[in-house]
């Protein structure tokens, strides 16, 4: 019999080989329709696979994230073959699944593709959906694969298989078309019924700069034509909120071909942004104890290569820096620990001193392939919000607890309220990618696990993904609308400790090294400002946003009282300015509106008269005539409960 273990932990049992189909009917026909793959002893298989031993299983549907990916892995294998028949010439990359379809590197040689060629390839796609063509997985010997893509000129097929060991290579087929794949795969393209290409961009062969540049083509499908109607205003919604877009109208920051690619430029109303943002967080820290401290931006060699930074980011930092002295050389930081290491030991410690904890807003620089840039989301420049706490084994969960207090306050503050914590652990199966012994891993990896338990979090657990140092616990949020982002870490480390020499005297007066934690709640201030653009549309709180105000004089001879409206407001601490243009008042309504200023204030003769305003709130009209003092009242009101 093969006991099949289902995740409810209840037991099925077959007397012959089946698959997840088979297992499927036995609990419904409606589950078997829906069942798209199989995660079977925590692997992705095809539905049809057959199982023949005992093992853990979970029927993957739409429902599923497993059952999303085999669907559009499924639907990029469509997609080729839809290419390979309208463009017999293409060679073919990689085409895999991500967060929202999938796309497909393709080499076109001297054939052009452009948007106006979607539609003609989205009917291509439809007309194999509706022949059902069966999708077939077969096993292949290495030898065979290199002579079956090389006949077909695919030399990136080729390049690939040359790196895959012999008796793991599999091929799907589907009608005429073959793709080196390992799956997993519908059993046909019958159930893709929505489809839509949504766009190109260059994307080098793996990842090099020095390699041909080749076609990418982006798109999503989906069972239902509802449902890419819903993504479809998802996408409209999110190109309104591009931070890229909404950054540049409300003059927050910019690029420059000349500074250089993927460098940003905070504009003065950002600029005041992120400062209030780094105050939040530094009175923050401080009620939590840290120490602020600055480090230069550079550092020797020799300082990476103790922290194994040098190691492990060499190649995707900035080339060294030479000096006129002979041997001599520095490197752009890619992190703020080591210089933090060094700061420890300037002077001995006790572990009556401990938890020592300091803090910096320290800016660092990695070589991001351009083509992976992006907005401030990704770039070569950007600033951390980091700290890192010193402490005793007996003190590593308290103070962990304390650094998820913080995180969540921030989120809280600013609506971030939809997150999941995602523990990080390391791949035993692959050590050496990692520093430390395994008891220091087995102690740091459970000290997260009883942290987040403690703080109620919400968790799941990825396997594989631990920074090379030691396990961390990251923050996947939700924004406004429904994207997913990673903000905010923390991280245990007991190898550097141990590759600085860090040590405190204990109450046995003997020597101990002591635990590390990293930590950056924001992450970067770059991607961190990003994402706040978006999930708030431009409309950031009252207590952050840059102007919380901007007066409106209805002519020029306003524009004296105007500047008193501004002094007497900015001495109750409120920030706004004043629009001298020689416009209409609509329009400067109208612009105001469109620069999402929280208030407009309108002055003209009857308000100088009085001694008042008369206030707009954007996106809801006019609130009548107030005194400012009522006026600043209101603000701070407002304040207050925002961050409460």
Same mark, same amino acid.
Request: aromatic share 10%.
């Given at each position: 019999?093969?006991?099949?273990?289902?995740?409810?932990?209840?037991?099925?049992?077959?007397?012959?080989?089946?698959?997840?189909?088979?297992?499927?009917?036995?609990?419904?026909?409606?589950?078997?329709?829906?069942?798209?793959?199989?995660?079977?002893?925590?692997?992705?298989?095809?539905?049809?696979?057959?199982?023949?031993?005992?093992?853990?299983?979970?029927?993957?549907?739409?429902?599923?994230?497993?059952?999303?990916?085999?669907?559009?892995?499924?639907?990029?294998?469509?997609?080729?073959?839809?290419?390979?028949?309208?463009?017999?010439?293409?060679?073919?990359?990689?085409?895999?699944?991500?967060?929202?379809?999938?796309?497909?590197?393709?080499?076109?040689?001297?054939?052009?593709?452009?948007?106006?060629?979607?539609?003609?390839?989205?009917?291509?796609?439809?007309?194999?959906?509706?022949?059902?063509?069966?999708?077939?997985?077969?096993?292949?010997?290495?030898?065979?694969?290199?002579?079956?893509?090389?006949?077909?000129?695919?030399?990136?097929?080729?390049?690939?298989?040359?790196?895959?060991?012999?008796?793991?290579?599999?091929?799907?087929?589907?009608?005429?078309?073959?793709?080196?794949?390992?799956?997993?795969?519908?059993?046909?393209?019958?159930?893709?019924?929505?489809?839509?290409?949504?766009?190109?961009?260059?994307?080098?062969?793996?990842?090099?700069?020095?390699?041909?540049?080749?076609?990418?083509?982006?798109?999503?499908?989906?069972?239902?034509?509802?449902?890419?109607?819903?993504?479809?205003?998802?996408?409209?919604?999110?190109?309104?909120?591009?931070?890229?877009?909404?950054?540049?109208?409300?003059?927050?920051?910019?690029?420059?071909?000349?500074?250089?690619?993927?460098?940003?430029?905070?504009?003065?109303?950002?600029?005041?942004?992120?400062?209030?943002?780094?105050?939040?967080?530094?009175?923050?820290?401080?009620?939590?104890?840290?120490?602020?401290?600055?480090?230069?931006?550079?550092?020797?060699?020799?300082?990476?290569?103790?922290?194994?930074?040098?190691?492990?980011?060499?190649?995707?930092?900035?080339?060294?820096?030479?000096?006129?002295?002979?041997?001599?050389?520095?490197?752009?930081?890619?992190?703020?620990?080591?210089?933090?290491?060094?700061?420890?030991?300037?002077?001995?410690?006790?572990?009556?001193?401990?938890?020592?904890?300091?803090?910096?807003?320290?800016?660092?620089?990695?070589?991001?392939?351009?083509?992976?840039?992006?907005?401030?989301?990704?770039?070569?420049?950007?600033?951390?919000?980091?700290?890192?706490?010193?402490?005793?084994?007996?003190?590593?969960?308290?103070?962990?607890?304390?650094?998820?207090?913080?995180?969540?306050?921030?989120?809280?503050?600013?609506?971030?309220?939809?997150?999941?914590?995602?523990?990080?652990?390391?791949?035993?199966?692959?050590?050496?990618?990692?520093?430390?012994? @395994? *008891?220091?891993? =087995?102690?740091?990896?459970?000290? $997260?696990? /009883? !942290?987040?338990? +403690?703080?109620?979090?919400?968790?799941?657990?990825?396997?594989?993904?631990?920074?090379?140092?030691?396990?961390?616990?990251?923050?996947?949020?939700?924004?406004?609308?429904?994207?997913?982002?990673?903000?905010?870490?923390?991280?245990?480390?007991?190898?550097?400790?141990?590759?600085?020499?860090?040590?405190?005297?204990?109450?046995?007066?003997?020597?101990?090294?002591?635990?590390?934690?990293?930590?950056?709640?924001?992450?970067?201030?770059?991607?961190?400002?990003?994402?706040?653009?978006?999930?708030?549309?431009?409309?950031?709180?009252?207590?952050?946003?840059?102007?919380?105000?901007?007066?409106?004089?209805?002519?020029?001879?306003?524009?004296?009282?105007?500047?008193?409206?501004?002094?007497?407001?900015?001495?109750?601490?409120?920030?706004?300015?004043? @629009? *001298?243009?020689? =416009?209409?008042?609509?329009?400067? $309504?109208? /612009? !105001?509106?469109? +620069?999402?200023?929280?208030?407009?204030?309108?002055?003209?003769?009857?308000?100088?008269?009085?001694?008042?305003?008369?206030?707009?709130?954007?996106?809801?009209?006019?609130?009548?005539?107030?005194?400012?003092?009522?006026?600043?009242?209101?603000?701070?009101?407002?304040?207050?409960?925002?961050?409460?």
């Amino acid at each position: 019999m093969i006991n099949i273990t289902l995740p409810d932990n209840s037991i099925k049992q077959f007397s012959e080989p089946v698959n997840a189909i088979d297992i499927a009917k036995s609990i419904s026909e409606g589950l078997a329709r829906n069942v798209l793959s199989a995660t079977v002893n925590g692997e992705v298989w095809d539905a049809n696979r057959m199982i023949n031993e005992d093992c853990t299983i979970k029927l993957n549907t739409w429902n599923d994230r497993e059952g999303k990916e085999t669907f559009w892995h499924t639907s990029a294998h469509l997609l080729a073959s839809a290419i390979s028949e309208l463009y017999p010439h293409a060679k073919f990359g990689i085409g895999p699944d991500i967060e929202n379809g999938f796309y497909y590197d393709i080499d076109f040689g001297e054939d052009q593709i452009t948007p106006e060629d979607f539609s003609k390839i989205e009917q291509k796609m439809q007309e194999l959906v509706k022949a059902s063509t069966k999708i077939i997985r077969k096993d292949i010997s290495k030898a065979d694969a290199l002579k079956m893509f090389s006949e077909q000129g695919e030399t990136y097929k080729v390049e690939l298989i040359n790196e895959l060991e012999d008796g793991t290579i599999t091929i799907y087929e589907s009608g005429n078309f073959t793709d080196l794949c390992r799956g997993p795969h519908l059993l046909d393209f019958s159930i893709i019924k929505s489809i839509k290409i949504l766009s190109l961009a260059g994307a080098y062969w793996r990842g090099d700069e020095k390699r041909k540049q080749l076609t990418r083509i982006y798109a999503i499908t989906f069972p239902k034509k509802k449902e890419l109607d819903e993504y479809l205003n998802y996408l409209e919604e999110a190109k309104k909120r591009d931070h890229r877009k909404l950054g540049k109208e409300l003059e927050l920051f910019m690029f420059s071909e000349k500074v250089g690619q993927g460098l940003p430029i905070w504009l003065p109303k950002g600029a005041m942004l992120r400062e209030r943002l780094e105050n939040f967080l530094k009175k923050l820290q401080k009620d939590y104890g840290y120490q602020q401290v600055i480090t230069p931006h550079i550092g020797d060699v020799d300082l990476y290569k103790t922290s194994g930074h040098y190691q492990k980011y060499g190649q995707d930092s900035f080339r060294t820096i030479s000096t006129p002295n002979e041997g001599e050389e520095y490197f752009l930081k890619p992190m703020n620990c080591p210089h933090h290491c060094e700061i420890y030991k300037v002077k001995p410690h006790s572990y009556k001193d401990l938890p020592y904890r300091i803090a910096e807003f320290g800016t660092v620089y990695r070589y991001e392939q351009s083509g992976e840039l992006h907005g401030l989301t990704r770039v070569r420049s950007f600033t951390q919000d980091d700290a890192h706490i010193f402490c005793t084994p007996d003190q590593l969960k308290e103070e962990f607890c304390k650094v998820i207090d913080i995180v969540l306050y921030i989120f809280k503050t600013l609506k971030f309220d939809n997150f999941t914590a995602q523990i990080s652990l390391r791949d035993p199966n692959n050590t050496e990618k990692y520093i430390g012994s @395994d *008891e220091s891993w =087995e102690r740091a990896e459970s000290a $997260i696990v /009883d !942290a987040c338990k +403690g703080r109620g979090l919400e968790t799941t657990t990825v396997i594989g993904e631990a920074a090379f140092y030691g396990p961390k616990l990251d923050f996947m949020v939700k924004d406004a609308i429904g994207r997913k982002w990673q903000l905010g870490t923390i991280q245990v480390d007991y190898n550097l400790p141990e590759r600085f020499e860090l040590e405190y005297t204990g109450p046995d007066n003997q020597k101990h090294r002591p635990i590390m934690i990293h930590r950056a709640p924001f992450g970067s201030m770059e991607r961190f400002v990003a994402v706040l653009i978006e999930h708030t549309g431009g409309k950031f709180p009252l207590w952050l946003t840059p102007e919380q105000f901007i007066i409106l004089p209805i002519s020029e001879k306003h524009e004296s009282y105007s500047k008193k409206v501004l002094s007497l407001l900015a001495s109750f601490d409120l920030r706004g300015s004043i @629009d *001298e243009r020689n =416009e209409k008042t609509g329009k400067k $309504i109208r /612009d !105001a509106e469109l +620069g999402k200023i929280p208030f407009m204030l309108i002055v003209g003769e009857n308000e100088e008269s009085k001694g008042t305003v008369s206030v707009r709130r954007h996106g809801e009209g006019d609130l009548g005539e107030m005194a400012m003092e009522a006026f600043a009242k209101m603000v701070e009101e407002a304040v207050k409960k925002e961050l409460e």
